[in-house]
Each structure stands twice: as structure tokens, then as C-alpha cells.
């Protein structure tokens, strides 16, 4: 089957369902495809909801290179290692503590999808016809016990250095979550250019919508193979296949088996997270709060709050992990959260390069395949600006900022 000047979007998560918009918005006869429905079979689903316009600078760091070992689960962090997944770790890692030496090159990379996000979203949202949907109130972070306000402090600074504002919490909403975790000491910072979103899931349907509205059809089907057949793609869905003029992949922590025999290295890593959702319990304030001593963020949706955290390195289809929902839950309770001791909980992997920079740009050798992978935490907060520069590169238009250095070749 010939889909005549057709694109086809692999993966329909926020990233590749806001790629769908994006082109078909633009007038191209999209095919979306997915094995689940859009937002349900990755980790957009279980996404924090938080619009982290904040987070500018890569994780790696020469600071984390000396200290991971405190962040580890077995210690009471939210990293976890298992020792079976060391071999294919251990290179991963090596190209994550490489990348610690270009952290402020890489911030240059990276900040220019980040901190715009909010608004971008915002843009986006309104003009599909969704505005209710996103959340402009910033978001928190507080620092409770001991050394509460030199925290505080610290984090403003280094916020400053990288021109993302801050302002002291109120002193109210300080004393409510000090109260609530029967803390001696507590402090916090308001970052006021963040966001968050009542429900991640209805953000990727609402862009699929939008897509759909404008021409884009959906096609539930797994895509095992893209090769160049003539002037096109052949894109291969189990039995069946389909030849399109382009290709688009955004298939999360599965994109490197689609890109690899392609001629990209793709160090890309499943690191999964985990979430709990609190029922009908009303937030502290309307914003996510991040919990910096836990390394959770709490965050108000629809109808819930949802906690998250963890850093899991391992396979999407691995078993999840009981302990981490439940030290989850008994976090909660000490924070002062009405959290009973089980209930549902739900992981998923997201799909991290090893610099946490995103990968955007095109296959080697010329043949019209596209990718937009690697989001790592930030899946939401650059879907939008990633979908733009997507656009502007199967237009052949100049894109709105520099991403050469968020090409794969890098590796």
C-alpha cells in the first residue's frame, strides 16, 4: 500500500502525538502509529504532570559523579542499579560521565526547549481548545529538618547562575508542610515561570485529537522495521506494511531498534518511574511541590494528587518493583498525606540518552527518516517545542534554534 506524500509517526506518546499536530496542523497527511492507544503504552501515562521549565541544566554533573552512591535506593535514594543490569549499564554510564565534563555546553543545548515550555504549551493548548487543561501557578520546592534554609539558599543561587527565577515560598504554605511532617525546620522557593497539567493522559489525547481533526489518521499497530524503498519508506507493522513519502520516530525507549539498523548509535536507556495517586485529597496549594529532602514531587490533577519518584534501570517489560510504591506511600504518610498503606500504583520507562540531551534530527545517508527521542524526565515539558522543530525539518525550513548538536551522530 503507497500512502502518497504521507508521514509516518511512530509512537503515539506526548512527543509523537504532538509531532502528529504539529504536521498535520501544517497540512501533511500524517499516520500515526502505536501498539496501545495514544498516551497508554510508554511513560507519558504516568508522567508527573510538571512543566519543568526549571530544569535547564543536564543531570549530569561532576557534583553526581562523586555523590551517586548517596542517591542510591539500597541508601534510601531514589536511584536503583539492579547488579544485572551492569553490563549494558556500565557503557551507558561511561558516556553519562563524559558528558558531566560538557554540562554547561550541553546547557546551552538544552535550555533553549526547556524554558520557553510553559508557554509554548500554553500557545498550543489554546489553540487547540484546551486551555483548562494546563496550570500556570509555577510550582514549589520545600526543604524540611536540619539544614532546611542553607538548601534553600543554594538551590536560589544555583537557579540565578542559569537566569531561572525564584522567589521565597510563602510563609504560609512553608509552615503548612512543616506542620504536616511535625518538622522543626523548613523552607522553600517559589518558581514562578513552571507549570503543570490536570491530567497527562488528556494532554496526549488532546494533541492526537488535534491531529485527528486535521486529516491525521491512527493506525493501532506495532512497527517492527523502516527501510528506504524508492523515494519513500517502507514502514513495516507486523504482517503489513505501507510505504509513505517520510518517517517520523518517536517510540520512547523503543526507538533504537527502529534506528539502529539505520547506521545511528543510540545509547538509550529505560529508566523507569513510578507513581502513586492519592484520591480525592485536596493539595497544599495548587502547584506541584517538590520535596527536596525525598526527591518526590506531589502533584494536584484532576480529582487526585500524584506522587512521584525513582529512577529504575531497568527493561520497560520488567517486574515492578513492590518495595518502591510502598516506601512511596510511607514517605507520603510522613509528609503528612491522608496515604494508606497499599493501593494501586503504576511504573514506566522513560526513555534517557546518556548527556540527557534530546535526540533530534534525520538518518544518515539521506532517506527521508526523521527522530525525536530521548526526553528523558522532560517528555511533556519539550513535546511542544520539539514538535515544532520536527516540522521545520520535514519542511526544510531553517528550524527556530539550533539543534545539530542534538543529533545523533554525536554518539
Same mark, same amino acid.
Not at 509517526?9 to 496542523?25: D, E, Q, W
Not at 529508566?271 to 494536584?300: C, F, K, S, W
Not at 529512577?311 to 510511607?330: C, I, N, T, V
Given at each position: ?161 542559569? +537566569?531561572?527565577?525564584? *522567589?521565597?515560598? /510563602?510563609? $504560609?504554605? !512553608? ?5 504536616? &511532617?511535625? @518538622?522543626?525546620? #523548613? ?5 514562578? +515561570?513552571?507549570?503543570? *497539567?490536570?491530567? /497527562?493522559? $488528556?494532554? !496526549? ?5 488535534? &491531529?485527528? @481533526?486535521?486529516? #491525521? ?195
Amino acid at each position: 500500500m503507497h500512502e502518497q506524500g504521507s508521514v509516518a509517526v511512530v509512537g503515539a506518546g506526548v512527543i509523537g502525538a504532538a509531532v502528529a499536530y504539529a504536521l498535520a496542523r501544517e497540512g501533511r497527511n500524517v499516520l500515526l502509529f502505536d501498539r496501545a492507544e495514544p498516551g497508554t503504552g510508554g511513560a507519558s501515562y504516568g508522567n508527573a504532570g510538571h512543566i519543568a521549565a526549571e530544569l535547564s541544566v543536564p543531570m549530569p554533573s561532576l557534583q553526581l559523579l562523586c555523590t551517586f552512591w548517596r542517591e542510591l535506593f539500597a541508601w534510601g535514594g531514589a536511584l536503583d542499579i539492579p547488579l544485572s543490569q551492569l553490563p549494558s549499564f556500565i557503557p551507558w554510564a561511561l558516556r553519562f560521565a563524559a558528558a558531566a565534563f560538557r554540562r554547561r555546553e550541553n546547557t546551552a543545548h538544552l535550555a533553549p526547549l526547556v524554558k520557553p515550555a510553559t508557554a509554548t504549551l500554553e500557545r498550543w493548548l489554546k489553540e487547540i481548545g484546551s486551555p483548562q487543561l494546563l496550570r500556570r501557578n509555577g510550582h514549589y520546592e520545600i526543604w524540611l529538618h536540619g539544614r532546611a534554609q542553607q538548601h534553600a539558599r543554594a538551590q536560589a543561587l544555583a537557579m540565578q547562575k542559569v +537566569d531561572v527565577p525564584t *522567589v521565597p515560598a /510563602p510563609a $504560609e504554605l !512553608v509552615e503548612a508542610a512543616r506542620l504536616a &511532617a511535625g @518538622a522543626a525546620n #523548613a523552607s522553600g522557593l517559589w518558581f514562578p +515561570d513552571s507549570g503543570h *497539567v490536570l491530567d /497527562p493522559l $488528556e494532554i !496526549v489525547r488532546t494533541f492526537a485529537a488535534g &491531529a485527528i @481533526a486535521r486529516g #491525521a489518521l491512527f493506525r493501532r499497530a506495532e512497527v517492527n522495521a523502516l527501510q528506504p524503498k524508492g523515494s519513500g519508506i517502507e514502514v513495516t507493522a507486523g504482517e503489513q506494511s505501507v510505504v509513505v513519502a517520510s518517517a517520523v520516530v518517536c517510540a520512547g525507549v523503543w526507538s533504537a531498534a527502529l534506528l539502529t539498523p539505520l547506521g545511528l548509535s543510540v545509547p538509550l536507556a529505560s529508566v523507569r518511574g513510578y507513581h502513586i495517586e492519592l484520591p480525592q485529597q485536596l493539595p497544599l496549594i495548587d502547584a506541584p511541590i517538590v520535596y527536596g529532602n525525598d526527591d518526590i514531587i506531589v502533584t494536584p490533577m484532576a480529582g487526585r494528587l500524584r506522587a512521584s519518584s525513582y529512577m529504575e534501570f531497568l527493561p520497560p517489560g520488567a517486574p515492578s518493583d513492590p518495595r518502591k510504591p510502598a516506601r512511596l506511600r510511607k514517605r507520603l504518610r510522613a509528609l503528612g498525606y491522608g496515604c494508606g498503606l497499599d493501593g494501586p500504583s503504576w511504573v514506566g520507562p522513560r526513555p534517557v540518552l546518556a548527556d540527557y540531551l534530546p535526540g533530534i534530527g534525520r538518518a544518515p545517508g539521506g532517506a527521508p527518516i526523521f527522530y525525536a527521542i530521548g526526553h528523558q524526565h522532560l517528555g511533556l515539558t519539550m513535546a511542544a517545542g520539539t514538535a515544532e522543530l520536527i516540522a521545520d525539518l520535514l519542511a526544510q525550513r531553517q528550524p527556530r534554534q539550533p539543534i545539530a548538536a542534538l543529533d545523533l551522530s554525536r554518539f
